[in-house]
């Protein structure tokens, strides 16, 4: 028991401390809201796509893409879809149905869930993680595009080359689909006995590697910096929904499904397949999502809000779900 406990603490304080690290600094004018703003975008464009990229250059075998994890993958996030559309008609305001909604499909897989996969499986559980996201980030994307837009309006009214485009450029998706091309080439230079020029050039491997190690660090300091806990007001039942639909909902069907499913032998998940499930709907709602509902005219304040305590309350959350799989010995 003892050592399931020092697992699951060893996974989840660094998450913890990384963030009341940003915090703290930023409540003492370390670091300034130019400085946060900056180091998202940092993250965002830089450090992250680097990180996927490189665990899925690494791939040396593309037969390790698991298309029964994806399929599971998928299939979840639509059922959550399907629950979140239930949740957000129990309240009246049009601009707050669409915020909730994607709440409850809509983790903040890219910021948080990828280093905690890290975290958790290592270099074999951010490369799952990797992996689903090149399914994941799209598929969150277009549907907040959607719920976003349908309840406001009462019908959907979308610009599909918009959506292409916002797609095509998002850099997560760009780190993910350059890492699968570099995967790809060197699988087939192995498979035709062909030797990598590049083998003994490594200093830009060196480099990636460097920035791919800062990702999750940085991407926790700034996430905490960016808290501001002052500003809860007026959404005490929005909160709840929207809190017990992503802390709580997501992490029991698509971890718990995925437990039931493997001691039940329906499926044969491993532990860095467990990690990315955690990973993926164990975490907060995305951080993206506030500033996407402020800029398709709904509750960007309540977006906020849903940020900021479904971060803090995943805490909690996340600490029992790893302890769970842990002591099922399937982590």
Same mark, same amino acid.
């Given at each position: 028991m003892f050592d399931i406990l020092l697992f699951t603490l060893n996974t989840i304080m660094p998450v913890?401390? !990384?963030?009341? !690290? &940003?915090?703290?600094?930023k409540r003492i004018n370390f670091l300034t809201s130019e400085f946060l703003k900056i180091g998202n975008k940092t993250v965002f464009f830089v450090l992250l796509p680097l990180l996927l990229f490189k665990n899925i250059?690494?791939?040396?075998?593309? $037969?390790? /893409?698991?298309?029964? +994890? /994806?399929?599971?993958?998928?299939v979840l996030i639509a059922v959550l879809l399907i629950i979140g559309f239930f949740m957000a008609l129990t309240?009246?305001?049009?601009?707050?149905? &669409?915020?909730i909604h994607q709440c409850i499909f809509r983790s903040n897989f890219a910021l948080i869930g990828v280093p905690l996969a890290e975290l958790m499986g290592g270099d074999n559980g951010v490369l799952m993680a990797a992996v689903i996201s090149l399914f994941s980030i799209p598929i969150f994307n277009v549907l907040a595009v959607i719920v976003l837009s349908v309840y406001k309006s009462?019908?959907?009214?979308?610009? +599909?080359?918009?959506i292409f485009l916002d797609i095509v450029k998002n850099p997560l998706i760009i780190g +993910?689909? $350059?890492?699968l091309v570099v995967a790809f080439v060197?699988? !087939?230079?192995?498979?035709?006995?062909?030797s990598n020029p590049l083998s003994r050039v490594t200093f830009l491997?060196?480099? +990636?590697?460097?920035?791919a190690r800062a990702a999750t660090p940085v991407a926790l300091i700034v996430l905490g910096g960016q808290f501001d806990l002052q500003r809860m007001a007026g959404y005490k039942k929005q909160l709840i929904i929207g809190v017990a639909g992503r802390n709580l909902l997501a992490p029991l069907l698509g971890v718990g499904g995925a437990v039931i499913l493997t001691l039940t032998g329906y499926l044969n998940f491993g532990p860095d397949v467990f990690a990315a499930l955690i990973a993926l709907f164990g975490t907060p709602v995305a951080v993206a999502s506030a500033i996407m509902a402020e800029a398709m005219d709904n509750d960007g304040q309540l977006a906020g809000q849903l940020v900021v305590w479904t971060t803090i309350l995943s805490l909690v959350t996340l600490f029992a779900v790893i302890f769970i799989v842990r002591a099922l010995g399937l982590l």
């Open positions: 913890i401390l !990384l963030m009341v !690290l &940003g915090y703290s600094l250059a690494d791939i040396n075998d593309i $037969s390790q /893409i698991r298309m029964d +994890v /994806i399929a599971y993958v998928i309240v009246k305001d049009p601009k707050q149905k &669409g915020v009462g019908k959907v009214k979308l610009d +599909v080359k918009k +993910v689909l $350059s890492g060197k699988f !087939l230079m192995v498979k035709n006995g062909i491997y060196t480099v +990636v590697s460097y920035l």
